[in-house]
């Protein structure tokens, strides 16, 4: 086999954050609701390390809230059919990398979203990982819907957390982020744990942080072939890091595509760009000359240094016909934080604030 070519999706190959936009559809306030379920994630993920939660946890603390007003399986397959906005060139990059490796999709996304993105790109659903979950499943009394109606009330009022940089315990927060932290523990672990949807939320896993990385371990068993070229692996968030640190940590490729700070810090490039052609035309390169020699072309990204290192002519016409040109950097300690800067910025550019502050 020439290589395998895995990607997160929302960021790498649509706009989208499909669960933020079924929140802010279908719940009074969801989008603030989210947004700070979101940084309480974040919390939990990348602060406190809890054992046995998953980065990307959000789309599975947000469930009870979705249910207790009402939303169904068939809202959210229609709302996502309905919405899917991909990344400029996202059709002809996947079909180029297509022909030169075995094409998979990683994603957090709730599987009603990731189906109706692989119908609108033409790419197998079996080729794909995601969160799978039924809201029909879900039995709540009127009590309890009553009760979660309050809580998602409550959460949409509260002032988002702050982190503070460098944090690494409860006691690195401020005394009012202390009392919110402990009000969503109890919300969660204790409040809903205890009802109906608790116990529905228990069996669902959330295909964000290791989960990601597992993924592909999964994949490159379930091929049962050596990779002659290695992996290469493209995300854009905080649900991204375990799986960016399993590629480049075993010889692969880690991409960030208007990444957080998350992602590109994870990173071994960080691509700005409106265009995926950019994508196919790094994957060229690393199935065709490997990590050492994609990493010395890329650190000169320019037409004639891609030329020479014989990158498909007619991608590069593609690429360097675009009205603004992709940036392409290697992430080094020195331009960390800058990398940081600009690509999180450009990313809320693409993808407008609200999804693009998300972690």
Known sequence: MRGLFVSDCEGPISKNDNAYEVAAKFVPNGEQLFCNISRYDDVLADVFNKQGYTAGGTLKLILPFLKAYNVTDK??????????????????????????????????????????????????????????????????????????????????????????????NFADFSPEDQTLIKRFDEIFWKQIWQMSAGKF??????????????????IIKYLKEPLK????FVGDSITD????????ETGGLAVSFNGNSYAVKNADIAVVSESNLVTAVIADVFYRL??????????????????????????????????????????????????????????????GVAIGRLG
């Open 75 to 168: 809202q959210i397959k229609d709302f996502s059919s309905d919405t899917v906005i991909l990344i400029k060139d996202t059709q002809t990059t996947l079909k180029y990398i297509k022909s030169i490796a075995k094409c998979y999709i990683v994603s957090t996304s709730y599987e009603h979203y990731i189906k109706a993105l692989c119908k609108a790109i033409d790419f197998s659903y079996q080729n794909t990982y995601c969160t799978k979950v039924s809201l029909d499943n879900i039995d709540l009394s009127t009590q309890e819907r009553a009760s979660l109606c309050e809580i998602a009330q409550e959460i949409s009022q509260m002032p988002p957390i702050t982190i503070p940089p460098n944090a690494e």
């Open 201 to 218: 939320l228990s069996n669902i896993v959330a295909v964000g942080g290791e989960q990601k990385a597992e993924s592909i371990r999964d």
């Open 229 to 232: 070229s290695g992996v290469m």
């Open 241 to 248: 890091v375990e799986a960016l640190k399993l590629v480049k």
């Open 290 to 351: 490997g990590r050492e020699e994609t990493l010395r072309v890329l650190k000169s990204w320019s037409k004639p240094a891609l030329e020479t290192a014989g990158v498909d002519l007619e991608l590069l016409r593609q690429m360097f016909s675009l009205k603004e040109l992709p940036k392409v950097q290697i992430v080094t300690c020195k331009n960390m934080n800058l990398i940081v800067t600009e690509s999180s910025e450009f990313r809320k550019r693409v993808r």
